[in-house]
């Protein structure tokens, strides 16, 4: 019927699934982009320091600039133009292109002055992105750094055999009948020619495995929703904010243990395909 859990928990299932989707393409790429050393620009500490040089320069411009307009315009008080200022449509026609005795045009200082203070805030954009990556090559030269490198191939490659497994099971309409730690293992068995429990180790590393996806999608989703609702959230939003927080978990939860099933061995698989329905 309609109202049975089966049909319920399909409908929740494709939203969830969709997000689950769209969260784990965003991972994929920044993960690797943000810990992996191949995509570290080399950034040296000449380069910092000509940036900031040029910071500074333009500062120093900006300042002596802005000096200029508060002398005109004291010079202006002084001789009382400030007082007899005509106002109205002809009075800002004028005062826009005013000069001051001396040949100061303070209109063209002022565009002069905005123009050095987007450029100022584009410079410091950048120096202190150099900074942060400066910062990112130091930390890929210790231990941690060199390992979440080492994991940022691993998992790039898992991720383009997933993707090219998922499109070969969508064009062909298969289901996978073993979960990827047993047939790892097999794989890795038969290979090697070693004697290895595969049934008994396979249960273990399988119930590892997917309490770590669990934990980090869990995680990674928090995270990523905090962000955004710091982004729109306001006094006023703040109960409609937590109830579709809420929402979201709720369907991501149904979502994962949808796909964790296929992380898990078959006889346990089953069981949760018992509780769920035939999906």
């Known amino acids: 019927g309609i109202l049975s859990i089966e049909q319920l928990i399909s409908r929740v299932g494709v939203i969830g699934v969709t997000l689950m989707a769209l969260l784990s393409g965003f ?37 002596s600039k802005k000096k200029r307009i508060a002398v ?12 007899n200022k005509p106002t109205g449509f002809w009075g800002m026609i004028k005062s826009v292109t005013t000069s001051v005795p001396g040949g100061e045009n303070l209109s063209l200082i002022q565009q002069e002055v905005d123009a050095l203070e987007e450029l100022s805030r584009q410079l410091f954009l950048e120096t202190a992105d150099l900074h942060a990556t400066k910062e990112r090559i130091e930390y890929s030269k210790t231990f941690q750094g060199k390992y979440f490198n080492f994991l940022g191939y691993f998992f790039s490659i898992y991720c383009v055999w997933k993707i090219f497994m998922a ?12 979960d990827p730690v047993t047939r790892g293992i097999e794989i890795t068995v038969n290979y090697l020619g070693i004697q290895f429990d595969v049934k008994f180790w396979s249960q273990h590393i ?74």
């Open 27 to 63: 991972g994929a790429v920044n993960c690797p982009y943000t810990y992996m050393s191949y995509f570290l620009r080399n950034v040296t500490d000449a380069d910092i320091l000509a940036l900031e040089r040029r910071l500074l320069q333009t500062m120093d411009m900006i300042v």
């Open 167 to 178: 499109t070969i099971n969508i064009v062909f309409d298969r289901v996978g009948k073993t």
């Open 72 to 83: 005109a315009h004291r010079t202006m008080f002084q001789r009382g133009e400030v007082h």
């Open 206 to 279: 399988s119930f590892i495995l997917v309490g770590i996806i669990i934990v980090t999608s869990i995680r990674g989703l928090l995270i990523t929703l905090t962000k955004f609702f710091y982004a729109i959230s306001s006094s006023k939003s703040s109960n409609v904010i937590v109830l579709l927080l809420a929402q979201i978990m709720g369907m991501y939860f149904v979502s994962s243990v949808l796909l964790i099933r296929m992380s898990m061995p078959p006889e346990y698989r089953i069981i949760i395909t018992e509780v769920l329905g035939e999906l």
